[in-house]
């Protein structure tokens, strides 16, 4: 069984920075793929971000490029979302994702909040 935890969402003014962090248990994790998601209000949740078990290739959605960075450290298990230059139109609630081999797994989502 997978638990994911994410943290780090908040309230930042258009611009700012904030860094996600999503907390895995199981040894699974090591050698899955992780994604970040987000909900938008109303929306349907997107695909924000992908990096591999290794954390040597990584995808980002195109709203995303440039301002965004994704990262991982196997050693403690957690997965990162590095979010710069913050738009009102990034609000949403950010879910950690795991999906291995038919085995999918969710986080219960961290808000951010970017004011104009």
């Known amino acids: 069984q997978v638990q994911l935890v994410e943290s780090g969402g908040g309230l930042v003014q258009a611009g700012g920075s904030l860094r996600l962090s999503c907390a895995a248990s199981?040894?699974?994790?090591?050698?899955?793929?992780m994604n970040w998601y987000r909900q938008l209000p109303g929306k349907q949740r997107e695909l924000v971000a992908t990096?591999?078990?290794?954390?040597?290739?990584?995808n980002y959605a195109d709203s995303v490029k440039g301002r965004f960075s994704i990262s991982r450290d196997n050693g403690q298990n957690t997965v990162y979302l590095q979010m710069n230059s913050l738009k009102p139109e990034d609000t949403a609630v950010y879910y950690c994702?795991?999906?291995?081999?038919?085995?999918?797994?969710w986080g219960r989502g961290t808000q951010v909040t970017v004011s104009s």
């Open positions: 199981g040894r699974i994790f090591r050698v899955a793929p």
């Open positions: 994702n795991l999906n291995l081999r038919g085995n999918i797994y």
């Open positions: 990096i591999s078990s290794g954390g040597d290739s990584t």
